[in-house]
């Protein structure tokens, strides 16, 4: 892939460098947590602690590094990024394997 994956036209970044942290939207977490779990054909989705900013021209995005079947890698990430299209409607972007750093926060998945 010749293209930074944190530099994907259209699309928010994978990584949240120089976007402003917001408070916890639970209610936005968890609908975003469902996106993720949509990925059960894959195998057991576990996602782990959650980042959510504000950045133009997304609005608030949701992001959360995520394991399958308990698989993690050392270096390297899979990570889900959900955030509201400009039609107000849930969008999700998936990264599997990703050389970012892992994401840190006190913002815990609820089942």
């Not at 930074?4 to 917001?22: A, C």
């Not at 195998?43 to 950045?55: D, E, N």
């Not at 021209?57 to 270096?75: H, K």
């Amino acid at each position: 892939m010749s293209k930074d994956m944190n530099d994907m036209d259209g699309l928010p970044p994978l990584s949240p460098i120089g976007e402003q942290s917001v408070p916890d939207d639970p209610a936005f977490a968890k609908a975003c947590i469902a996106n993720l779990k949509l990925l059960k054909k894959l195998g057991r989705i576990a996602p782990g602690p959650y980042v959510l900013t504000r950045a133009a021209p997304w609005g608030l995005i949701f992001r959360a590094d995520f394991t399958i079947d308990g698989q993690s890698y050392p270096d390297a990430v899979d990570r889900f990024v959900c955030y509201k299209d400009e039609k107000g409607r849930l969008t999700s972007l998936v990264a599997i394997g990703q050389r970012i750093p892992a994401l840190k926060s006190s913002n815990q998945p609820t089942q």
